[in-house]
């Protein structure tokens, strides 16, 4: 194999799919990208840890087709540290189980494992085609990600449910993520060719991988789906992974519909008050109290070591005095999702779960766990 490549379009390439190499790997060839020169001008370059596999094309003039494995980490880290507008050539001697990497005078030869090592990547039959927007898939992302549980005995949370369901206004795709402490449910029309896909449990490193390229991206993102595989196609670059194979619990019930305290406020305000306040929680509990009344809101925060914190906040609330207690990082990461000015809170009591809404986008839903305080 031999190909001449422009730095720039090899570095960004190299940044996309060593992401997804682990850095510990009891597996060899894991460690290593497999790097496929076409016939004419284009270049595959392919990266997996079983779960997720990553492709992407690009575009240089190759000399002599041919495939080759390299170490994913330190081709990366040589191509970044090579000048601009350098021009990269890469040759391989599979023979010699090496591969060089020349760009003007500098030279290295890594070592290369075997192409016929690499996994094959999974081509399982996807009967589910559909499209979405980068922007809708962007936002569906972003508005349920931070819900995603970190708990890995509870493998069923640690990714994004998506599903198709009917709602009064027509079908509808949702994305639902939760940790138990906070979940958030966010809505789009359904997409052609989405009716009747399974509901699948997208992992925590493919979201993260794919909402990290898409914002190199601003075209369709083509999906293809089953029971245990998605694929998602843009540009130059298609991603798959394997589902998570669990069942997501009934979030509905978790959706309380009965709460009658509605407090709405300034959203900006609002976080900016709860961050300054939090300065005094202490750091494992976080903790703030929000005390309601017809005159307003009360903000406090005390801690042993720091001291305690008041502000005081104009709110529309109209319903008994009562206070409540709040996870004050988790209180900021949905605040951050509200998109409009004006935030609103359905709460019962300072035991029951909080549901928090955007009053200008009736999308998204956010539920949030009280505290003691």
Same mark, same amino acid.
Do not use: W
């Given at each position: 194999m031999k190909l001449t490549i422009d730095r720039a379009a090899l570095l960004k390439s190299l940044a996309h799919v060593q992401s997804v190499v682990e850095r510990r790997n009891t597996i060899p060839i894991l460690s290593n990208i497999l790097i496929e020169a076409k016939d004419g001008d284009s270049v595959a370059l392919t990266a997996t840890d079983m779960d997720l596999d990553i492709v992407e094309q690009? %575009?240089?003039p190759v000399a002599l087709p041919g495939s080759v494995t390299a170490p994913a980490h330190t081709l990366y880290d040589i191509v970044r540290k090579l000048p601009d507008g #350098?021009?990269? =050539?890469l040759t391989s001697e599979p023979e010699k189980e090496r591969v060089t990497v020349r760009a003007g005078r500098s030279t290295f030869t890594l070592p290369s494992l075997p192409t016929a090592d690499f996994p094959s990547l999974a081509s399982d039959d996807l009967p589910f085609n559909f499209a979405l927007s980068s922007a809708e898939l962007k936002a569906l992302i972003d508005r349920t990600s931070f819900a995603i549980s970190t708990e890995e005995t509870r493998y069923y949370? &640690?990714?994004?449910?998506?599903?198709?369901?009917?709602?009064? %206004?027509?079908? /509808? @795709?949702?994305?639902?993520?939760?940790?138990?402490?906070?979940? #958030?449910?966010? =809505?789009? $029309?359904? $997409?052609?060719?989405? =009716?009747?896909?399974?509901g699948v449990i @997208? $992992?925590?490193? +493919? +979201?993260?991988e794919l909402r990290k390229l898409l914002d190199e991206s601003d075209g369709a993102v083509t999906i293809g789906l089953s029971d245990t595989r998605i694929r998602l196609a843009f540009g130059a670059i298609t991603l798959s992974s394997k589902l998570i194979d669990g069942t997501f619990p009934d979030y509905e019930r978790v959706i309380p519909t009965g709460n009658d305290k509605?407090?709405?406020? &300034?959203? &900006?305000?609002?976080?900016?008050a /709860?961050?300054? +306040?939090?300065?005094?929680?202490?750091?494992? %509990?976080?903790?703030v109290k929000i005390a309601l009344g017809t005159n307003g809101l009360t903000l406090t925060a005390n801690s042993p070591e720091a001291g305690s914190a008041l502000e005081e906040l104009e709110v529309s609330y109209t319903s008994n005095p009562f206070e409540i207690g709040f996870n004050s990082r988790y209180l900021?990461?949905?605040?951050?999702?509200?998109?409009?000015?004006?935030?609103?809170?359905? @709460?019962?009591?300072?035991?029951s779960p909080t549901v928090v809404r955007d009053r200008a986008d009736g999308s998204a839903i956010y539920v949030l766990m009280p505290m003691r305080v």
């Open positions: 690009v %575009s240089c #350098a021009s990269v =050539e949370l &640690n990714g994004i449910y998506l599903h198709a369901t009917q709602q009064p %206004s027509g079908p /509808v @795709m949702r994305g639902v993520a939760t940790d138990g402490h906070r979940l #958030a449910r966010v =809505e789009l $029309p359904l $997409p052609k060719g989405a =009716e009747g896909i399974p @997208m $992992p925590r490193k +493919v +979201v993260l509605v407090m709405e406020l &300034n959203r &900006n305000s609002f976080a900016e /709860v961050d300054r +306040v939090a300065t005094i929680s202490t750091e494992k %509990s976080r903790a900021l990461d949905i605040l951050k999702q509200v998109q409009g000015d004006v935030a609103q809170f359905i @709460m019962a009591d300072a035991a």
